[in-house]
């Protein structure tokens, strides 16, 4: 390895002040910072600092994405192939259009995102920071998969300037980015995103006549949007609710597995159980937003399923939170520390109404299937607001306690 | 038995070369310096120049603004030289020692009968009053305020922190003595120990009020206890100090010298000869270091590692340092697979568990160096600081209130209760690596200039 770094330090120069590449010293600085940690020691305060840096922060909730993305790139393949009547594809053969799609994907959110941060970082003369690491994994997993590329190119752009930069990047944003791209994609482009995207060319399929009956390619939640406002008895929503039955298609198990079709990271709560396992353990995540976010879900599920006003409400509340991406949203979008609650007690109370919100808005307004997006944004907004009246109660709470004790003495 | 009180907030950093053993007294040093900068809050008036003789007690300088607050010198000999910094700040006074040992002769005091007044001056003629810090703003007290009761911390919990009973070994009677005299000066009249649950080093001493502590680091830390015991009211201050310092103004009071003792620490994983050490207040370095060869490649610390100040092989011992801790430098980039943030990290030491430290035993000591292990970042991560803040406060609130220049906030969220010690952990897990101590001491010297 000395040989690299002694090919960085030769490189150095032409990066620095007055060199010929000076503009592109946050690209060579971000690239040096990635390969070695540098020999910078500590200077006043402590003298021995934590190992954790910002770096193995970020890459442990990538890790953590992983049997997200593994199964969801899977499940491309196997919806495309369940669609056209090919159930028994392998394994590999799965993967293959399932990569074959995700990849792109990765590649344009990185791309556009990074060079973005990039640009932002040479015009402060910042340091990049290592945010967008995950919001640019984040954004590919919560795609349908044949969302075009530059739909989710321009997604990233907005998200990342209007969610992240001009609040002073990474650190200072109000509202996740990741969410912030998703919900560009579903307010600007409503048509293309509620049509045929969520199983890889299912519209063409249909068309060439190949397309197994009953694939719509629409997702559980659309299905039961469709049921909104309809009386229980009528003979579609029933046929919708049957899908739900344990022998259905959306059936528990199915969706819990998630072998179901959706966003590309968000159909399997088991490999989304496995990311947040590592979360918790690690500490990286807070197991207070995702339980209370969990505690929130279910509560609002079984009071819907307590009132079974419609076919909606009648789904058991443990069936709700494994559709959709209510999971997805809860380990990896909820506990996002920079626009969730900072205290610890707001950490409850926001999780808690983010589920809450999450099953209310999917189930009362069918126009946001996704309900857990427009919960958590709306979260993340209310966030400060938790914070500043936790805060505000805590020191309430001391100045009486010192009164008291000042008075007893 | 005392009142218990557990504290489950904090961290004990297991670092290698732990101070053990009977106490030995270190050699004689050749050149001693009082440093005002150690005195927070003291703006120096020098009263001597070089090649004045002084005998140990004498006024080396005052503070400008309570001319009453003298820093004495610890040794008799000559002034060798007052070093002054940039736009002439004095940094240190040094005193060549004339090896005679003589000292001023204050005359003895008797704690329990003598006036008030009398207690008071001598406290201030000696040079002990400087060793005193107050809460709010933890800086050198306005001789003119009356505290509300005195905190002491007994229980030393910092990583390769020494002894208390090797510190206190044959010292309880000039402790008792100036408690016995600190109360008194209080308008409470209490003098409050924190002691380590179990230990009975201060089982012995009259009139003090004991709370035993239990818990990791910062348990030890007198901002802590004083917390937990009886917080501060809006307008109310308490003094705290060392209970070595408490021991050497019991001395002035019992014999009429000033003698200021440290037992110190000496350790680290560099230490050649980790142990404890007698010497006194402000010692060249290099007669705490057990001969280790001077090498840019080990750090010369005059306190712990954790609010300790770097110096270097021409450097004193600082008036409130209590070790000398020796550290590997970390100036060798890390590769990000060997020793970076990719790899397995079997040597870091991390609060957290993206490290494999949980898997260690907790006998394991560590070896760390003084690398940053990454770089400043804006603040990402929450709830991370208040895992080792054991205060009914909100850590990272404060400290960007303080960033923010938020004075209003600072105040909301508690800033008169704290040092900037209480943050070292917390500066210490900083995933974000922000300097979270001298970002506290920026606040607290704000709201000082602008509330008083």
Partial sequence: ?409 | MPHTIRIRKGVDIRLAGAPSGAVRDAAPADVYAVQPPDFHGLVPRVMVKPGDRVTAGTTLFTDKTFERIAVTSPVSGTVRDVVRGEKRRVLSVEVTPDGAGTSHDFGALDPATADRGALLDRLLDSGCFAFIRTRPFDVVPDPTVVPRDIFISGYFSAPLAPSVAEVMAGRMDDFAAGAAALGRLSSSGRVHVGVRTGDSTFDAVPGIERTSFDGPHPAGNVGVQLHHVAPLAPGETVWTLHPEDVANYGRVLRTGHYVPTRVIGAGGSEHPAPGHLRTLVGARITTLTGGAAPSPDVRIISGDVLTGTRVGTDGYLGAFAHAVTLLPEGKAPKFLLTSGWLGAGFDKFSVSRAFPTWLMPSTKTWKLDTNTNGEERALVVTGQYEQVFPFDLFPQQLVKSIIAHDLDGMERLGILEVAPEDFALCEYVCTSKLAVQSIVRKGLDTVKQEIG
């Fill in chain 1, 1 to 409: 390895m000395k040989a690299l770094h002694n090919l960085l330090d030769g490189l150095r120069p032409s990066f620095q002040e007055g060199g010929k590449l000076r503009r592109f010293w946050v690209v060579f600085d971000a690239l040096e910072t990635f390969a070695f940690t540098p020999g910078h020691v500590t200077h006043d305060g402590v003298h021995v600092r934590d190992g954790i840096d910002l770096k193995r922060t970020m890459f442990l909730v990538i890790v953590a994405l992983l049997p997200a993305l593994v199964f969801g790139t899977w499940n491309q393949g196997y919806q495309y192939h369940l669609s056209i009547g090919e159930a028994d594809a392998t394994l590999w053969e799965n993967f293959a259009v399932g990569l074959w799609k995700v990849i792109p994907l990765i590649v344009v959110s990185y791309g556009v995102g990074l060079g973005i941060e990039f640009f932002f970082a040479g015009l402060r003369g910042h340091a990049i920071n290592e945010g967008f690491l995950v919001s640019g994994m984040l954004i590919p997993l919560v795609m349908p998969v044949d969302v075009p590329l530059w739909m989710v190119a321009i997604a990233v752009a907005f998200a990342v300037v209007i969610a992240k930069e001009v609040f002073g990047g990474t650190g200072m944003n109000i509202i996740n980015i990741a969410l912030t791209a998703r919900a560009f994609l579903f307010f600007a482009y409503p048509k293309q995103l509620s049509g045929e995207i969520w199983i890889h060319d299912i519209a063409a399929s249909k068309a060439a006549g190949v397309a197994v009956d009953g694939y719509t390619g629409a997702t559980a939640l659309g299905h039961l949007a469709n049921t909104v406002g309809k009386p229980m008895t009528d003979p579609e929503v029933t046929g919708i609710m049957s899908m739900f039955t344990d022998t259905g298609m959306f059936s528990f198990m199915n969706a819990f597995i998630g072998t179901i079709p959706g966003s590309i990271g968000e159909t399997s709560a088991l490999a989304i159980l496995i990311g947040a396992a590592i979360l918790i353990f690690t500490g990286i995540g807070s197991w207070k937003i995702m339980l209370s976010f969990l505690a929130g879900g279910l509560a609002m599920g079984a009071i819907f399923n307590g009132l079974a006003l419609n076919a909606y409400m009648t789904l058991p509340p443990l069936h709700h939170i494994v559709l959709g991406g209510f999971m997805f949203g809860m380990v990896f979008m909820a506990t996002d520390p920079v626009t969730a609650s900072a205290t610890e007690t707001g950490k409850w109370i926001y999780g808690f109404f983010g589920g809450l919100f999450s099953i209310l808005i999917r189930v009362f307004n069918p126009a946001y299937p996704e309900g857990v997006m427009m919960a958590i944004l709306f979260m993340n907004v209310l966030a400060p607001l938790i914070d500043y009246y936790v805060i505000q109660a805590s020191v309430n709470r001391r100045t009486k306690r010192v009164a008291a004790r000042v008075s007893a003495a």
